[in-house]
Nanobody
């Protein structure tokens, strides 16, 4: 079974940056669409960003992070990244990566996809 691992979380001041990484061992991530989700205390989990399988040519972002966050994938390293810039206190949450697939052919990503595998989460805290 695909097991995902997030890394790169931490404490950052408002306006700062962090990069989250999502990795998997034993599976090729390129056949999966990958999504990043977050859940803040007392709030519902929400989709942040996702990237299509294969070449990652299709990406989607929540309105709240557009222009600040960038998702990318490096299939050679079997990694997916979420670069987060201009972080604000409202970005504080546990961030999860999730996988939809495997897909035999190219697959776009949508937040409503059947995300079958999830990581354990990485805490991101934005505070002065």
């Amino acid at each position: 079974q695909l097991r995902l691992v997030e890394s790169g979380g931490g404490l950052v001041q408002p306006g700062g940056s962090l990069r989250l990484s999502c990795s998997a061992s034993g599976f090729n991530l390129d056949v999966y669409a990958i999504g990043w989700f977050r859940q803040a205390p007392g709030k519902e989990r929400e989709g942040v960003s996702c990237i299509s399988s294969r070449d990652g040519s299709v990406t989607n972002y929540a309105d709240s992070v557009k222009g600040r966050f960038t998702i990318s994938r490096d299939n050679a390293k079997n990694m997916v990244y979420l670069q987060m810039n201009s972080l604000q206190p409202e970005d504080t949450a546990v961030y999860y990566c999730a996988a939809d697939g495997p897909h035999r052919f190219f697959s776009r990503c949508v937040f409503s996809a059947p995300w079958g595998s999830w990581g354990q989460g990485a805490q991101v805290t934005v505070s002065s």
